[in-house]
């Protein structure tokens, strides 16, 4: 069975700076893709960044401020998050592919950018 274990999430002050990270256990094969999304409050969930061996994306929203990175002796993605807004304040999922197209999620992590 697959397991998504996400861990750094909280409160934080505006133009703080919050690292999220995410490991994943159980998974038959190798893991292609690992990726962040968020939903925040009345939205529809958004890709905020995805990384595989070759490219990294990241939403324009995001650019410059946020980094992801993957350790993969660890099957462990990063994402960490610099100058946060209130418009950051979401819950953060965990996303992996493996290179057969299977995909899971994470449960989600709160994130709330707040004075």
């Known amino acids: 069975q697959v397991q998504l274990v996400e861990s750094g999430g909280g409160l934080v002050q505006p133009g703080g700076s919050l690292k999220l990270s995410c490991t994943v256990s159980?998974?038959?094969?190798?893991?292609?893709?690992m990726a962040w999304y968020r939903r925040a409050p009345g939205k529809q969930r958004e890709q905020v960044a995805s990384?595989?061996?070759?490219?990294?994306n990241y939403a324009e929203f995001v650019k410059g401020r946020f980094t992801i990175s993957r350790d993969n002796a660890k099957n462990t993605v990063y994402l960490q998050m610099n100058t946060l807004k209130s418009e950051d304040t979401a819950v953060y999922y965990c996303?992996?592919?493996?290179?057969?197209?299977?995909?899971?999620w994470g449960q989600g992590l709160q994130v709330t950018v707040s004075s």
């Open positions: 159980g998974m038959r094969r190798s893991i292609f893709r």
């Open positions: 996303y992996v592919q493996s290179v057969t197209n299977d995909v899971d």
């Open positions: 990384i595989t061996d070759r490219s990294v």
